[in-house]
């Protein structure tokens, strides 16, 4: 069956320096969202890509969607230790109409 | 907007037991999902239903669990003679449904279910 796999698992960073969490699907996707979950919380929708090649940006975050629509990145410029969490990029692919989650990536940033 | 809102939010019970989880959507939302997330892992994808009817059912969901959404608004899961791998965070999500496009989810705080 279809598995999204992102790397690295965990990263612990300086507040202020950058991270970048990788999202790799076995399958061709039609469209990714990236999903933020805090410790104790509920994972929350920060965007979707849907064409190939796409980049779109909310202020410090920088989201890709790879030509060949089978991955994807995160990229957070100077991070603060509101980002940390767990973030999990989340596909669909073929006929169906599930998203299936990748593994996350937990990120700590330390002050 | 009130959000997603499910309950109970903690659930302990004996191996054996039948169990119940109630989801409260979005009031707008046509769609609802029910996912899985154990410690460590992302959510693992139970069922959905637009509106009433359940289109998508997960293969790794034994005859065990069971999932309504009868009137179209909230949902009940089940999991009957529950078992120690039972034990996870269920969590609900809603959205809209739009033909051609892809609407985010919105998730509950989730049921934390606990069998001892």
């Known amino acids: 069956g279809q598995q999204v796999m992102q ?6 960073v300086q507040e202020g320096e950058d991270f970048t969490t990788y999202c790799n699907s076995s399958t061709t996707l039609s469209n990714i ?52 969490g767990t973030y999990f990029c989340a596909g669909r692919g073929g006929a169906t109409n599930k998203l299936i989650f990748g593994t996350g990536t937990l990120l700590a940033v330390q002050p | 907007d009130t959000g997603v809102s499910q309950n109970p939010r903690h659930k302990i019970t004996k191996r054996g037991q039948n169990v119940t989880f109630r989801c409260d959507p979005i009031s707008e939302h046509n769609r609802l999902y029910w996912y ?16 009433e009817a359940q289109l998508e059912k997960s293969r790794l969901l034994s005859d ?11 949902s009940t899961l089940e999991i009957q003679r529950t078992e120690q791998g039972d034990s996870a965070m269920y969590l609900c999500a809603s959205s809209v449904f739009r033909v051609g496009s892809n609407q985010p989810q919105h998730f509950g705080d989730g049921t934390r279910l606990s069998i001892l």
């Open chain 1, 7 to 12: 790397i690295p698992q965990y990263q612990h």
């Open chain 1, 33 to 84: 969202q990236w999903y933020k979950q805090r410790p104790g919380g509920h994972p929350v929708f920060l965007i979707q890509l849907v064409k190939s090649g796409e980049v779109k940006k909310q202020k410090r975050l920088t989201f890709q969607f790879g030509e060949a629509k089978k991955n994807s990145s995160l990229h957070i410029t100077a991070t603060q230790t509101t980002d940390v």
């Open chain 2, 36 to 51: 899985r997330q154990t410690l460590g892992q992302g959510p693992e994808f139970l069922t959905y239903f637009q509106n």
């Open chain 2, 64 to 74: 065990r669990f069971s999932a309504e959404r009868p009137k179209g608004s909230f």
